[in-house]
Structures are given as structure tokens and as C-alpha cells.
């Protein structure tokens, strides 16, 4: 081949992964929509996993060196909010969740009880510096950032 | 043959360059100038990763405790929405955030006054303007604004802060819904 043509493929090949996905979010996108959020100020790259029925989300954020942490909780909060089943782009793979289960267990040092599941959501959600939002569409669009359970953070922006 | 393939090359990327020195004559890079006003002015690009749509928020806020003006689009029409954004903080009283806050806004100040010193607001301007056939306009800058929020598909909202909650409230291209708005 060629040399310019192999300069060519790699440029090609370096603009096409710029926008890609984290190998690490790739299954979550057959039960949520990933988003990609760019900071075009600063140039910082978060990522952002919705789960939405009927306009109102769930979403979760964080940067790019927390993706599979990102991921492993996206498949533990779907499991255990079965409410936003029925919207998710393709069906829970068990196999995934019990993936994700099974490497935080091991990880965090959650015991094998009832408890196990939330224990390892807790960690991860700490571990992966994770932001969740509450998006409701009402009169008005309202984004607000909640606390781990979905609950109101009183006090203002930084 | 090599050497030949090698000259054509040079020849393009040469000829590029004056094309791209040329359109950089005749317009500022709206978005670079904005840049240097971050406590003003947001730029966040959002893809979703499942269909590859990708849009473009530009917010400019009096301060972070206070509610800002945001414009969003398809991010195939960011560039000529930086531009509106742009021309909206220079010349729309709108959108002219810090002037009519209790607590100016020092960024919006210095954007607006850099835009006017060095005659970046004027350049943006000149160019829609011949771009869009606006000089024999009763109002040629309205004329601008107008052209770039309809070319651009501006969607723009109010963003209201409270705590640790944004409301979007609609407020159309004239900023209509705007509580503190003038």
C-alpha cells in the first residue's frame, strides 16, 4: 500500500474513534440511551447513561476514566427498577447483570446476602464518582440533580 | 509520476490554506472569541451514542447563581448558532446579560467590550449582512439575527437556576417568557 494512502486510513480511522464509545458502555446502550457531553469551553468529556419513559429520565454521569463502573451500575439500576423495562432499546441480558454483580461483589467485598445488590450499587455509585439527574418534563423542562436514591440535595449550585 | 502526485498535493493544501486565511479575514471564530468568557458563556455538545444525533447548547448566564439565556440546535448548525449567540450578547439588549443584573456579570462586560474594541462584533455582523441582504434593512442587526436564528434552527429557552435545579422555560426568538427581561 501505498504511504499516502496508509497516512489517509489512519486519519480516517483517528476521526472516526474521536466520537466513538467506550468499549466499557457498549452493551449499556441495548438498555439506556449513552450519551457523549463535551465541554466545547474546556474540552472535558463526560459520559451520561438515560433511562427515560414518557419524557421523565433517570441519568447517570460521570468522566471518562469511570465508564465501567458507569456501566456496571447501569445494569444493577435496571434490574432493580423494573419500571423502565418496557422502554429500553433491547430486553436486560441476565448474563450482563449478573456480570456486573459478580465483579463489584468481588471488588467492593459485598457479602453473597439480600443485601448484596445495594451494597455493590452503593459502591459503585461512590467509586465511579457518579452524578444522577432527575429530568421531568412539566410546564417547564426541569433538570435536577438528586442524591444517590433519587432524592432532593437542598442547598445551590457550586 | 511521484513527484508530479507530490506537487498537486502541496498545490491543494496550499491553495486550503489561503481559503481558510481568507474566510478567517472575513469572520471571527465566534466560538474561539467566547472561549476566553467562560464564567459567560457554555458550550456543551451532547451525542447520544445510540443514533449518533448530536446537539449543540450555548448558554450565557449573568452568573452562575442567577438564569441564562440558552440556545440549542443540531450540532451540523453550531457554528451559525455561535454566531447568533454572539451577536445576541453584542448587540441584543436580550441577551446583554450583567447590564441589567444587580451583580454585573464582569465577563459579559469584557466580551462586549472586546467585541467593540477590536471590532469583532462588527466583522460578524458585516459579513451576515452581505451574506443575507440585510444593508437595505430597516434594522440590518435585527435583519442578522433574525436570518441566523431561523437558518440555525435556534430552539431558545430561559434556564432558571434554583438550588440544585435548572427549569427551561420557552421563550421564543424575541426571548419572550424571560421574567427578568427587559
Same mark, same amino acid.
Given at each position: ?7 489517509? *486510513? ?7 474513534? +474521536? ?23 474546556? @474540552?472535558?468529556?463526560?459520559?451520561? *447513561?438515560?433511562? &427515560? ?46 456480570? +456486573? ?58 | ?51 449518533? +444525533? ?69 466583522? *460578524? ?8 441582504? &440585510? ?8 435583519? *442578522? ?29 424575541? @426571548? ?7
Amino acid at each position: 500500500m501505498k504511504p499516502w494512502i496508509c497516512l489517509g *486510513v489512519l486519519v480516517m480511522m483517528a476521526g472516526a474513534s +474521536a466520537a466513538g464509545i467506550p468499549p466499557a458502555l457498549k452493551s449499556t446502550q441495548d438498555i439506556a440511551h449513552v450519551m457523549e457531553i463535551e465541554d466545547l469551553m474546556h @474540552g472535558t468529556v463526560l459520559y451520561r *447513561v438515560d433511562f &427515560c419513559e414518557k419524557g421523565d429520565c433517570d441519568m447517570f454521569q460521570t468522566d471518562a476514566a469511570h465508564v465501567q463502573e458507569l456501566a456496571d451500575y447501569s445494569q444493577l439500576f435496571l434490574d432493580t427498577h423494573p419500571d423502565y423495562l418496557n422502554a429500553t432499546p433491547k430486553q436486560l441480558d441476565p448474563a450482563a447483570v449478573a456480570s +456486573a454483580l459478580s465483579r463489584g461483589a468481588k471488588q467492593y467485598g459485598c457479602a453473597p446476602d439480600k443485601q448484596q445488590t445495594q451494597c455493590v450499587m452503593h459502591a459503585l455509585f461512590k467509586a465511579g464518582k457518579l452524578k444522577r439527574y432527575a429530568l421531568l418534563q412539566k410546564d417547564a423542562t426541569e433538570y435536577e440533580e438528586v442524591d444517590e436514591d433519587g432524592q432532593y440535595i437542598p442547598g445551590g449550585y457550586d | 509520476m511521484r513527484s508530479a502526485r507530490a506537487w498537486s498535493i502541496a498545490g491543494l493544501l496550499v491553495m486550503a490554506s489561503w481559503m481558510q486565511a481568507g474566510l478567517a479575514d472575513e469572520k471571527p471564530d465566534t466560538l474561539a472569541l467566547m472561549k476566553q468568557y467562560p464564567a459567560f458563556v457554555e458550550a456543551i455538545r451532547t451525542t447520544d451514542l445510540n443514533d449518533r +444525533a448530536a446537539k449543540v447548547r450555548i448558554t450565557l448566564c449573568r452568573s452562575k447563581h442567577d438564569h441564562c439565556e440558552a440556545f440549542e440546535t443540531d450540532a451540523g448548525h453550531s457554528g451559525t448558532m455561535a454566531d447568533y449567540a454572539y451577536l445576541c450578547a453584542v448587540y441584543d439588549n436580550d441577551c446583554r446579560h450583567g447590564e441589567h443584573a444587580k451583580t454585573k456579570g464582569k465577563n459579559a462586560d469584557a466580551l462586549i467590550q472586546e467585541a467593540k474594541d477590536k471590532g469583532y462584533g462588527q466583522a *460578524v455582523l458585516d459579513y451576515y449582512t452581505t451574506k443575507y441582504d &440585510c444593508a437595505q434593512a430597516k434594522d440590518p442587526t435585527a435583519c *442578522v439575527l433574525h436570518k441566523l436564528y431561523t437558518t440555525a434552527g435556534v430552539h431558545r429557552t430561559i434556564a432558571e437556576r434554583d438550588g440544585h435545579t435548572i427549569s427551561y422555560v420557552e421563550a421564543g426568538e424575541d @426571548g419572550e417568557g424571560d421574567p427578568f427581561g427587559e
